[in-house]
Structure formats: C-alpha cells, structure tokens
C-alpha cells in the first residue's frame, strides 16, 4: 500500500553519502542496505513513483475526499516558535488536485489564504486566492518556490515537484529515514532554472516499499543543499497512511518548519466546486465534519 498523501508537505537523518562534485561536497543521509537497481529497474520504479501521484482518475470519485487540519510550526534560529494553520484536502486519495487553506486559528472558516495546485507530468498548475485581494490568481513557476506564507519554509513547488520529469540518473540506494531507499538526480533542462536562477538540480529519495518520498534537497552548487525537506513520521489510520510529520530547513537563514498533521477526515463528500481555480473563495466548512485527532 502506497503511503496516503505524502503530502505533503511533504521532505533528517544526519547519514552518510558522498556527493557528486557537480552538487557540491555535501553528504546525503544515506547509509545501510538496500537493493542496488540495474537502469532498467530504476527507470522502473521511478515510473511507478510518477503514475502514482501524477495521475488524474478517468473516472467520477465519490465519497472519497479528504480533509486534514494541519499546523506549520516555524523554528527561527533565534527566536520563538510561530504557529500557522491551516485545511489540506482532496477530492479522493493519491489525487493530483490538492487545496491548501491558511487559517487565522484551528477552527477558522474564513481562510487568510487558499491555493490550489494540480500535478501533471508535464504541464502542473497553480492558483490562490487571499482574503481581500483582487480574486484569484494563477501562480508561475517562479511563484512555486515562495513560501505558502512569510516565515514558513515550505512551498507549492514542494508539492508539485515538477523536477520529477527533468533528466535524471540513478545515484544508489540505501536507508534514508531509518528506511530502504533509492536516491535520484534530477538536472534542470534549462540554465538557468524557470523556477529558481540558482537551482542547479534536486536529489530525491523514494521509499522501496511504499514509492514516497521521503528526502528532497534542493541543490544550488553550494556545499549544503539550500533547503531540505525530509519526512519526520508516518500513521495508519484505518486503511490509508498518513504523514504526521514532514521538515523542512533553509540553509542560509538555518529555521527549521515542521508541517504537524493534527486531524484527518477520510471518505468525505466534498463539494466539486472547492477544487476548481474559481471556487477558491469558497470556504470549506469544518463544524460538519466528524475529525479524528492524532
């Protein structure tokens, strides 16, 4: 069974992996055993990681949607911990259509902020609407890197990971997250990068097992990696897994945001409407919905 939703927010283990001189002389945290691929098994498994959450379902879904109550929680290097929260929903597991909503506090109806994002192989898009703005707008490549909010670390391209149809190669496999794993290169196509002039390629880790991802660094020819996201800890809940915890960290400003899965709801009708670019500033009402806390 694939892992529900990485999600997402979703990429830290401090393991051992020497690092092509290309990326810089960084060590990857991988270490131990796990099968070494052949390029066909790897050109494989890296397929079967992009149809399982590339793919858009041909058919109508119904009592499969999703939603979590989720908090960022952002570790300056020196100063106190700031709280956001926020909704992550979809309409049916695994699904390329996610909504993420900003919330003034847990219960919150009115959202400060609602993005929708839609994986696709090659052409992903994404839109927000802001409470008080001018409606909602599409987002461009260049907008994915920027945070959801000021002083949070995650970002939509984390979601969207459209590095993954960039040229790759197969670096080896180990254990990343007390995990068996395999770590890939991606190299942007274009120098320098539409999403980032400093973005030189990303190195992805997939789990053997369940093809998530457990590590993304993004590499931009420094030593470390200037950002990192790496899954924390996993739960079943019923028949889907679910991520609890996802961090990400920022080299240069060295904070630390942990996405903390707080309660889930599962086999939901949710409206259509909430996950098409003009149905944004429709709010997703929470009082009717029975959560399960973790």
Not at 68 to 96: D, E, M
Not at 98 to 106: E, G, Y
Not at 118 to 123: S, V
Request: aromatic residues 14%; contains cysteine.
């Amino acid at each position: 069974m694939k892992l529900f939703q990485w999600l997402l927010f979703i990429g830290s283990s401090s393991l051992l992996f020497f690092v092509d001189t290309s990326f810089g002389q960084a060590t990857f945290p991988a270490r131990g055993f796990s099968a070494i691929l052949d390029d066909s098994e790897a050109e494989e498994r890296l397929n079967t990681f992009r149809d399982a959450f590339f793919t858009l379902s041909e058919q109508t879904v119904h009592h499969q949607a999703y939603l979590y109550r989720f908090q960022f929680v952002h570790y300056p290097k020196s100063a106190s911990p700031v709280i956001h929260h926020g909704l992550l929903s979809g309409p049916y597991p695994n699904a390329p259509i996610i909504r993420v909503d900003l919330l003034s506090n847990p219960l919150g109806i009115d959202s400060v902020a609602s993005f929708l994002l839609i994986r696709d192989h090659n052409n992903s898009k994404a839109w927000r609407f802001k409470k008080g703005g001018a409606g909602t707008e599409v987002l461009t490549s260049k907008d994915w890197l920027l945070s959801w909010s000021k002083g949070i670390n995650h970002t939509p391209f984390d979601l969207l990971m459209p590095f993954i149809n960039w040229p790759f190669e197969y670096e080896k496999s180990g254990r990343v997250c007390g995990r068996p794993a395999h770590l890939f290169v991606f190299t942007s196509p274009h120098t320098p990068s539409q999403f980032s002039p400093s973005m030189s390629g990303v190195r992805l880790a997939i789990d053997d097992t369940y093809y998530a991802p457990l590590r993304i660094e993004y590499m931009d020819g420094g030593i470390l990696p200037s950002r990192t996201f790496s899954l924390q800890s996993f739960k079943k809940i019923e028949d889907h897994w679910v991520v609890k915890a996802i961090d990400s960290k920022d080299r240069d400003s060295r904070s630390r945001t942990r996405y903390e899965l707080k309660a889930v709801a599962h086999g939901l009708d949710l409206s259509p409407a909430v996950f098409q670019p003009n149905g944004l500033s429709q709010p997703i009402i929470q009082s009717s919905i029975s959560f399960r806390d973790l």
